[in-house]
């Protein structure tokens, strides 16, 4: 089956504008995950999903930055007004979130600058 | 809070040598998950093997196996016969329950030799 995809691949936006990235989960993954990796760092949780409801938003780093799953499937993380520190890869994972522990699955990432 | 150290920013390694990657990682909880990512190029973490801290077992997966020792809170990653296709940068991971966010350190940046 598919694995966790991400649209778009690349985004290069001007400073204060506003994106939206996409994440499409591996089916029947109720779990999802946002992460965010800075040039040279390891990835640092934003949000996190369990069905359609925010089980965990204290990653993200201030109130520009908001994530949406209104079907418990596709996710969308919209950021406002960017600024040029916000450039970095935004990684997208999914898990069954079913018993003691399932692996997260990763897609390949967006990579946003900002210019 | 929980944090994630990995001491060796980059490492090298002969083709068909062993190389060991290094972790630390700080934490109150004494059940808990570990893991090693893989990163290559492409941007794709692939998990690489992971570890439960009950299990005093330490884990296999082909040529991948860790050393656990939790009461140093480390927690390192052998290749062995290591191949071309091993190069990627490598994360250490922790969470501590089965299905939350995971902390990542830093990563270590591994290139295989020819």
């Known amino acids: 089956g598919a694995g966790v995809s991400q649209t778009p691949s690349n985004k290069v936006t001007e400073k204060g504008k506003y994106v939206e990235l996409r994440c499409d989960p591996i089916?029947?993954?109720?779990?999802l995950y946002w992460y965010r990796q800075s040039l040279g760092q390891g990835p640092e949780f934003l949000i996190y999903?369990?069905?359609?409801?925010?089980?965990?938003d204290s990653g993200l780093p201030n109130d520009r930055f908001f994530a949406v799953r209104p079907e418990g499937s596709v996710s969308t993380l919209k950021i406002q007004r960017t600024e040029r520190g916000d450039s970095a890869v935004y990684l997208c994972?999914?898990?069954?979130?079913?018993?003691?522990?399932?692996?997260?699955?990763f897609g390949p990432g967006t990579r946003l600058t900002v210019l | 809070a929980q944090t994630v150290t990995q001491s060796q920013p980059e490492m090298s390694v002969q083709e068909a040598e062993t190389v060991t990657l290094s972790c630390t990682y700080d934490?109150?909880?004494?059940?808990?998950?570990l893991f090693w990512y893989k990163q290559p190029p492409s941007r794709q973490m692939i998990l690489v093997i992971r570890?439960?801290?009950?299990?005093?077992q330490n884990a296999t997966e082909n040529r991948f196996s860790v050393n656990f020792q939790k009461a140093a809170k480390s927690f390192s990653l052998k290749i062995s016969d290591s191949q071309l296709g091993d190069a990627a940068m490598y994360f250490c991971?922790?969470?501590?329950?089965?299905?939350?966010?995971?902390?990542f350190g830093k990563g270590t940046r591994l290139s295989v030799i020819a």
């Open positions: 991971a922790y969470t501590p329950f089965g299905n939350t966010p995971l902390v």
């Open positions: 570890q439960e801290a009950y299990k005093q």
């Open positions: 994972a999914s898990s069954l979130a079913q018993g003691a522990f399932n692996e997260q699955f």
């Open positions: 934490t109150s909880e004494s059940d808990y998950y």
């Open positions: 999903f369990q069905g359609t409801g925010a089980a965990d």
């Open positions: 089916s029947g993954h109720t779990a």
